[in-house]
């Protein structure tokens, strides 16, 4: 059974720094790209970043471009966000997304997501 | 960027009707190398995360009931129930992932019983 398990969100300050992790199993974690994709409170789906299956593709939505870095370690099956200069308006719930193939573009499996607020 | 869009924002159906949610596209997400079209539509209920249940336009994901059904092609798409059940209240999204860079939703749709 595939399983995506989000953590590392929280309240945080305008300006600082945030890590979010996500933990897969139950599929082979390097077969695929991976992607983080957040929910704004009363808002719509937006997708945040993406990595392929290699790391050989990384982009970013323009909205977090320099200051968000996507990663993922395979030893540990284990994807990463990290979130500097954070401003109020990227407070949402974020969610882990496996990819359905190297990099199609779409989503087969999401997580429960983390919750994200900055404020002062 | 590719801007997605959606409509109605919301619906309201009775048990048994069709629902249909449109989503329409400002560039063609058709592929001609290989006439697909990257288009998905997910299903979000209320304190879940997305579900997939479209890709390809119309590919239903495995496990998805067959009262769901995705059509369109180009810049104009619908996703059609054929007969409303009470465990399909949920927000519907299409996304397309033809430009990759960025992904993009649409807006989102929220379907209710009438």
């Known amino acids: 059974e595939v399983q995506l398990v989000e953590s590392g969100g929280g309240l945080v300050q305008p300006g600082r720094s945030l890590r979010l992790s996500c933990v897969a199993s139950g599929f082979t974690f390097d077969d695929y790209a991976m992607h983080w994709v957040r929910r704004a409170p009363g808002k719509g789906l937006e997708w945040v970043s993406g990595v392929s299956w290699n790391s050989g593709t990384i982009v970013y939505a323009d909205s977090v471009k320099g200051r968000f870095t996507i990663s993922r370690d395979s030893a540990k099956n284990s994807l990463y966000l990290e979130m500097n200069s954070l401003k109020t308006e990227d407070t949402a719930l974020y969610y882990c997304?496996?990819?359905?193939?190297?990099?199609?573009?779409?989503?087969?499996?999401w997580g429960q997501g983390t919750l994200v607020t900055v404020s002062s | 960027d590719i801007v997605m869009t959606q409509s109605p924002d919301s619906l309201a159906v009775s048990l048994g009707e069709r629902a249909t949610i449109n989503c329409k596209s400002s560039r063609t997400v058709l592929y001609s190398s290989n006439n697909k079209n990257y288009l998905a539509w997910y299903q979000q209920k209320s304190g879940q995360p997305p579900k997939l249940l479209i890709y390809?336009?119309?590919t239903r994901e495995s496990g998805v009931p067959d009262r769901f059904s995705g059509s369109g092609s180009g810049t104009e798409f619908t996703l059609t129930i054929s007969s409303l059940q009470a465990e399909d209240v949920a927000v519907y999204y299409c996304q397309q992932y033809y430009n990759s860079l960025p992904i993009t939703f649409g807006q989102g749709t929220r379907l209710e019983i009438k």
């Open positions: 997304a496996k990819d359905n193939d190297f990099w199609s573009g779409f989503f087969d499996y």
């Open positions: 390809w336009a119309s």
